[in-house]
């Protein structure tokens, strides 16, 4: 699947990538493959965002909030926002360094720019569920969101 263009917005298109490298046909053709293999892990990149955006939502709303003590505050929120955004990240990052080869220069780059990309999409997952389950679902946290 092509789910590359996702990120476009942040990483740029395969045109602009490739534009640093048209004097040199050898790593011209190693950024293309490069970008292919990108657009191959794409469906992967998805999964770590949805996965994560949604199991730290869950984990916040359900059973951190359901321990002793008081974390109803909305700094306890962030924290969980911060970590779904820096998990996702780092995860993402780690997986694409090891998963897409060569590592061509400028290509750190373009992986960093789709890891924060990947932060930003799982964070707006989490905002999202957050949403929905402060004015669904059952929760004792603090209902920041409620409408």
Excluded at 2 to 30: P, R
Aim: with cysteine; glycine share 6%.
């Amino acid at each position: 699947m092509k789910l590359l263009k996702l990120y476009q917005w942040i990483a740029g298109k395969m045109t602009d990538f490739l534009s640093q490298f048209q004097n040199n046909e050898s790593f011209y053709q190693q950024a293309r493959a490069f970008w292919n293999k990108l657009e191959g892990v794409s469906v992967i990149m998805l999964i770590i965002f949805v996965v994560i955006g949604i199991a730290l939502a869950f984990s916040y709303y359900k059973p951190y909030n359901n321990r002793p003590g008081r974390h109803y505050a909305p700094k306890h929120w962030v924290v969980f926002l911060s970590l779904t955004f820096l998990v996702t990240f780092i995860l993402t990052l780690g997986f694409e360094y090891i998963a897409v080869t060569p590592h061509l220069e400028g290509a750190l780059w373009l992986e960093t720019r789709i890891a924060l990309g990947n932060g930003i999409y799982a964070s707006a997952l989490y905002f999202l569920i957050s949403v929905l389950w402060c004015n669904v679902l059952p929760t004792n946290a603090y209902r920041l969101f409620k409408f």
